[in-house]
């Protein structure tokens, strides 16, 4: 909530600008949690996903497919940095907002270190493959 204010920056991760992933990324660094860094990642980061009747502060939600992140501030309400020419504020969740709901997660420890072995292992080089000789 302190963030309230900043510009939105795509790409941004620091108190000079934040876009909407950026934000969240933050918000979790300060609380030991390390996130992926895009929306999309962080969605896909946690198998266990909330629905939007049970949303509860700190939970991350998206919109627009998966597009757009924010962090449930109160009940009903988000912070989140929402476009170019905006800056972080929270807002209530509309029934606008309800239309372009994704889905929600709520971030642990045990998750994100899952996702992290799941993508070290996607860059590892595939093992080498025998050759025939004839």
């Keep these: 909530m302190s963030k309230r204010g900043i510009p939105y920056v795509w790409g941004g991760t620091t108190d000079r600008g934040y876009d909407c992933s ?15 860094r895009t929306a999309e990642e962080q969605y896909n980061a946690f198998t266990r996903k909330i629905a939007w009747d049970d949303l509860e502060p700190g939970d991350l939600v998206f919109f627009h497919g998966l597009g757009h992140v924010g962090m449930i501030s109160r009940p009903g309400y988000m912070v989140h940095a929402p476009h170019t020419g905006d800056v972080v504020k929270e807002e209530r969740l509309s029934a606008w907002r ?14 994100v270190a899952r996702w992290a072995q799941i ?16």
């Design 119 to 134: 993508q070290k292992q996607r860059r590892a080089p595939a093992p080498a493959m025998p050759t025939a000789t004839l």
């Design 98 to 111: 309800k239309d372009s709901f994704v889905g929600a997660v709520r971030p642990d420890r045990k998750g």
């Design 22 to 36: 950026g934000l969240t990324l933050k918000a979790y660094a300060a609380a030991g949690i390390e996130l992926p």
